[in-house]
């Protein structure tokens, strides 16, 4: 199975700040990585798709770039609504595996 | 207007059986991958398996292979997951969600069904 370790597990951030979290694949995955956004008590929702592709009617403040084993996304401006946990997924091969996620909390 | 509409909150006792249902909407059910992603209380996202509506081809994740099993009936739009025999760590909230056409990541999700068993 592909393992995907994304650091940092926590991130404590101010509104208006830059915020980047990484996700780095245990082998080559190419682009085949995707970035979900959860709030609480809600379903995760997906952000950007082959690495870099913002999912419709999703934020241009979000990007999200990589391939192979090291990717990024990123938060080019943080706002109140964008507190939340974020998951990468690779799509790469079977079986699907999920990152164990970034809890970003308001500084 | 896609959806995806999980039937409501169940609480099970250890050995019972349990199928949760999961009914799309608002667009042609039987040719979207359908996966199921199980998260644990306080714990991350897992992959079960997914399900081609149009002709059930399934694959599951090797963890779960075996320990459920997920299907789909194409001509009510609704795909299901199901125990034979729960445990107490079966308890987790338990997410069906739509597989974009051309690639695997998911772009619609239901509002996920909590599954409690406890004795």
């Known amino acids: 199975d592909i393992q995907l370790t994304q650091s940092p597990s926590f991130l404590s951030a101010s509104v208006g700040d830059r915020v980047t979290i990484t996700c780095r694949a245990s082998?080559?995955?190419?682009?085949?990585l995707a970035w979900y956004q959860q709030k609480p008590g809600k379903a995760p929702e997906l952000l950007i798709y082959a690495a870099s592709t913002l999912q419709s009617g999703v934020p241009s403040r979000f990007s999200g770039s990589g391939s192979g084993t090291e990717f990024t996304l990123t938060i080019s401006s943080l706002q109140p609504e964008d507190f939340a946990t974020y998951y990468c997924q690779q799509v790469s091969s079977f079986p699907l595996t999920f990152g164990g996620g970034t809890k970003v909390e308001i500084k | 207007e896609v959806q995806l509409v999980q039937s409501g909150a169940e609480v099970k006792k250890p050995g019972e059986s349990l199928k949760i249902s999961c009914k799309g909407s608002?667009?042609?059910?039987?040719?979207?991958?359908i996966g199921w992603v199980r998260q644990m209380p306080g714990k991350g996202l897992e992959w079960m398996g997914t399900?081609?509506?149009?002709?059930?081809?399934?694959r599951y994740s090797p963890s779960f292979q075996g320990q459920v099993t997920i299907s789909a009936d194409k001509s009510i739009s609704t795909a299901y997951l199901q125990w034979s025999s729960l445990k107490a760590s079966d308890t987790a909230m338990y997410y069906c969600?739509?597989?974009?056409?051309?690639?695997?990541?998911?772009?619609?999700w239901g509002q996920g069904t909590l599954v409690t068993v406890s004795s």
């Open positions: 608002g667009y042609t059910f039987s040719s979207y991958w």
């Open positions: 399900i081609y509506p149009g002709d059930s081809d399934t």
């Open positions: 082998q080559g995955i190419s682009s085949y």
């Open positions: 969600a739509r597989r974009k056409v051309s690639s695997e990541e998911f772009d619609y």
